[in-house]
T-cell receptor, first 113, second 111 residues
Framework: EPEVTQTPSHQVTQMGQEVILRCVPI?????FYWYRQILGQKVEFLVS????????KSEIFDDQFSVERPDGSNFTLKIRSTKLEDSAMYFC???????????FGQGTRLTVV | DAKTTQPPSMDCAEGRAANLPCNHS???????VYWYRQIHSQGPQYIIH???NNETNEMASLIITEDRKSSTLILPHATLRDTAVYYC????????????FGQGTELSVKP
């Protein structure tokens, strides 16, 4: 069964450093998403991406965040200068279309120290 | 998107049906009801969705009331592996697919 894969599964970084979280969405999917979940809290929407551009973003997704689809298979989330409060699980998701279910990866646990 | 209300937690005996309620009294005519679950901090997993008719798939059944103000997710024979947080989400299908997760219902399936 096709799946969304995320790497790395766990990343530890120092405050102020840049991190790039990587995702390989399901191959025929057209919509891509990033969500995050701070420990013990709700899953929160960050950004959606379609046709090589951001289609929607939340208030959380400020200038420190960016997304990119550098080739035909990868979808990345970059945090330019990490803060302690960026520590969370980050989930990538993809779907065939807006009326279709989203498939989530297993997440990257980001720890900022 | 309509706000949904779910009980914070429920228990179910293994092998019995788990019936998870969701209230969405402000749902509009073009909003679908989606159910996802999250097993122990793994990525959320899609279960089922519907507009107004009852739906069934290999995982679960979804019963939507005639006035669409509430729905029930039914896991017909719950197993220990169904222990998870279950989320009921109302969304308009043609608006980008963004999911707004609430607190969900934490279902504990007990032997």
């Amino acid at each position: 069964e096709p799946e969304v894969t995320q790497t790395p599964s766990h990343q530890v970084t120092q405050m102020g450093q840049e991190v790039i979280l990587r995702c390989v969405p399901i191959s025929n999917h057209l919509y891509f998403y990033w969500y995050r979940q701070i420990l013990g809290q709700k899953v929160e929407f960050l950004v959606s991406f379609y046709n090589n551009e951001i289609s929607e973003k939340s208030e959380i997704f400020d200038d420190q965040f960016s997304v990119e689809r550098p080739d035909g298979s990868n979808f990345t989330l970059k945090i330019r200068s990490t803060k302690l409060e960026d520590s969370a699980m980050y989930f990538c998701a993809s779907s065939e279309g807006t009326g279709r279910e989203a498939f989530f990866g297993q997440g990257t646990r980001l720890t900022v120290v | 998107d309509a706000k949904t209300t779910q009980p914070p937690s429920m228990d179910c005996a293994e092998g019995r049906a788990a019936n998870l309620p969701c209230n969405h009294s402000t749902i509009s005519g073009n909003e679908y009801v989606y159910w996802y679950r999250q097993i122990h901090s793994q990525g959320p997993q899609y279960i089922i969705h519907g507009l107004k008719n009852n739906e069934t798939n290999e995982m679960a059944s979804l019963i939507i009331t005639e006035d669409r103000k509430s729905s029930t997710l039914i896991l017909p024979h719950a197993t220990l592996r169904d222990t998870a947080v279950y989320y009921c989400i109302a969304i308009v299908n043609n608006q980008g697919g963004k999911l707004i997760f609430g607190q969900g219902t934490e279902l504990s399936v007990k032997p």
